[in-house]
Nanobody, 125 residues
Framework: QVQLVESGGGLVQPGGSLRLSCTAS????????MGWYRQAPGKQRELVAA???????NYVDFVKGRFTISRDNGKNTVYLQMNSLKPEDTAVYYC???????????????????WGRGTQVTVSS
């Protein structure tokens, strides 16, 4: 009914850049917070950055100054611009969003949390 699809991952050298995109599709009435998480091999999934529907962004310390999260509400899309990439940024990056499904009521009684399937980012020389 609703899905999130990420794109933009790949292999990049240290110091390089990548831009991830995540688009939500389906019967969507509205989207609240959207965010990016990552999971490296053998580690737990962790928050990278999040952004509210009004554009207020928050970052974890290890990406501040290097990553920028943004969103296009008209396209139901969230982006993650990653600069100055380091080998320790290597992980599967997942999109996450709180989505209100359009059930024909004209309002959203509750928001549901959705995950994308992830996109691999590898930083290596």
């Amino acid at each position: 009914q609703v899905q999130l699809v990420e794109s933009g991952g790949g292999l990049v050298q240290p110091g390089g850049s990548l831009r991830l995109s995540c688009t939500a599709s389906g019967r969507i009435f509205s989207i609240n917070a959207m965010g990016w998480y990552r999971q490296a091999p053998g580690k737990q999934r962790e928050l990278v950055a999040a952004i509210t529907s009004s554009g207020n962004a928050n970052y974890v310390d290890f990406v501040k100054g290097r990553f920028t999260i943004s969103r296009d509400n008209g396209k139901n899309t969230v982006y993650l611009q990653m600069n100055s990439l380091k080998p320790e940024d290597t992980a599967v990056y997942y999109c996450n969003a709180d989505i209100g499904v359009d059930s024909g009521l004209g309002y959203v009684p509750e928001y549901t949390n959705y995950w994308g399937r992830g996109t691999q980012v590898t930083v290596s020389s």
